[in-house]
């Protein structure tokens, strides 16, 4: 079964500054590949998805974005953070074959301050 | 679009007592349902799912439906644990473009006191 690793688990960072959190997968390829944020007491908010490499599709415009630079790598970034991208962010993966089943990583908590 | 309706939190019960968390959906053709939990601090973990009408999903002594008439799949167990506190999310797939996507409910917040 896959193995879904993310990094950092808790971060902190000021607004303005960079971001890059990392997605990786393990036990499986040519998985879709999700971002998920989760803004405090709130449900969940599909961000980005990836079929493949180099392919991104984004469902909400915001200040972020997303790269597939390898089939088990999914990044989140953006330039210049808000107070708003607080939250909890999730990557899930959709193994390759019959299958309708997301799986989730352990998250990455971003406090903005 | 496709939605999914979940029962407002946050539910508070006691060890032992009968649970039913309601989940209705919204959505074109008949897609997969699947209930998603979330202890503290964590990730979801799947907790069990449905692929078309009529099946029931269980895991864990937690069980659900899928009832295509009333457009439903409530979560229910008999007898729950105090473990069994966290935030449980109810949702369906759908197809984007050229992917499957998941959309969720706004999640209902479980505490089970001893």
């Known amino acids: 079964s896959q193995t879904i690793h993310q990094w950092p688990a808790t971060l902190v960072q000021p607004v303005g500054s960079p971001l890059s959190l990392e997605c990786t997968v393990e036990g499986t390829s040519n998985p879709n590949l999700y971002w998920y944020r989760q803004a405090a007491g709130r449900g969940l908010q599909l961000l980005f998805y990836s079929i493949g490499i180099g392919q991104i599709s984004s469902e909400v415009p915001q200040n972020l974005s997303a790269s597939r630079p390898q089939d088990r790598q999914f990044i989140l970034s953006s330039k210049k953070l808000l107070l708003s991208d607080s939250g909890f962010y999730l990557c899930?993966?959709?193994?390759?074959?019959?299958?309708?089943?997301?799986?989730f990583g352990p998250g990455t908590r971003l406090t903005v301050l | 679009g496709n939605s999914v309706t979940q029962m407002e939190g946050p539910v508070t019960l006691s060890e032992e007592a009968f649970l039913t968390i309601n989940c209705t959906y919204t959505a074109t053709g008949y897609p997969s349902l699947f209930w998603y939990v979330q202890y503290p601090g964590e990730g979801l973990q799947l907790l069990l799912k449905?692929?078309?009408?009529?099946d029931k999903g269980s895991n864990k002594g937690f069980e659900a439906t899928y009832r295509k008439e009333t457009t439903s799949f409530h979560l229910e167990k008999g007898s729950v644990q105090v473990s069994d506190s966290a935030v449980y999310f109810c949702?369906?797939?759908?197809?984007?473009?050229?992917?499957?996507?998941?959309?969720f409910g706004q999640g209902t917040r479980l505490t089970i006191n001893p």
């Open positions: 449905a692929t078309k009408a009529d």
């Open positions: 899930a993966c959709l193994r390759g074959g019959l299958t309708d089943t997301q799986y």
């Open positions: 949702a369906l797939s759908e197809m984007g473009r050229g992917a499957q996507k998941l959309v």
